[in-house]
């Protein structure tokens, strides 16, 4: 069996590296991360000149994703906690009305509403947004959860338990003690890349590493993962 193994092409002054996989998938795909690795996944008789001359005809959009991604080095925006605001819930866009009267936040419309007694204190807003953000977390990312646990069954997967958190770094991890982890960030992204990364994480269970076997079972749950993932690097990273 032909396992990941590393080339290189040269693009004008610079060279892409990138690491090549095998599978059982029919068309070649090509995956920019944000760490700016590039891993290009091929069908099982692809010859390797097919493969180099299409990692070379998109050495553009290569080079375009990875400066994309240096680019989030740079300082991020910062929520005043002010009526106006944007925040993302599920994919879309709500807008901050901050309101004066007894501590509630509620969404309505394309609306969050977030009532507090003195509208000059950002810290209670941010405290009262964080709050609800973190308690429909838990609920609706554990509920997507149960929509794939079927999974587990089927494969004969050791699971454990499943933890909802906020993370710096990563939408998901998993670890070899059959812990499956959550950002709880995720709520801000649409489900269909919720389900993304909750089956990619149920796979990891299983295969830890990005192998043959990892991406054959990831596919065969979630035939159109490569659109949700490219969705979910693209719009919500």
């Known amino acids: 069996m032909k396992t990941e193994t590393e080339f290189e092409i040269q693009y004008g002054n610079s060279t892409i590296q990138f690491s090549l996989n095998y599978s059982a998938r029919r068309t070649l795909g090509i995956s920019v991360y944000p760490d700016q690795t590039v ?7 692809c010859e390797l000149k097919k493969v180099m001359t299409k990692v070379e005809k998109k050495a553009g959009w290569i080079q375009k994703q990875k400066r994309k991604y ?27 009305r901050v309101l004066k009267g007894i501590e509630s936040v509620k969404l309505s419309g394309k609306f969050f509403l977030v009532t507090v007694p003195d509208k000059s204190k950002k810290g209670i807003i941010k405290n009262l947004l964080d709050s609800w953000f973190k308690n429909h977390a838990n609920e609706l990312l554990k509920n997507r959860f149960e929509r794939w646990q079927s999974i587990i069954k089927n494969e004969k997967i050791y699971f454990n338990a499943i933890i909802v958190r906020k993370m710096q770094m990563r ?13 709880s960030e995720l709520i801000r992204v649409p489900v269909d890349c919720i389900d993304y990364v909750i089956v990619h994480e149920i796979c990891h269970l299983k295969y830890l590493k990005h192998n043959n076997r990892f991406y054959n079972l990831l596919t065969k749950y979630l035939p159109d993962w490569e659109k949700r993932k490219m969705k979910l690097e693209k719009d919500y990273r």
């Open 70 to 96: 240096a680019s989030l080095d740079r300082p991020t925006w910062t929520p005043e906690y002010v009526s106006g605001e944007t925040f993302y819930f599920l994919g879309r866009r709500y807008r901050l």
């Open 39 to 45: 891993k290009v996944t091929a069908p099982a008789n």
């Open 171 to 183: 939408w998901g991890s998993c670890t070899e003690k059959g812990n499956l982890i959550l950002n």
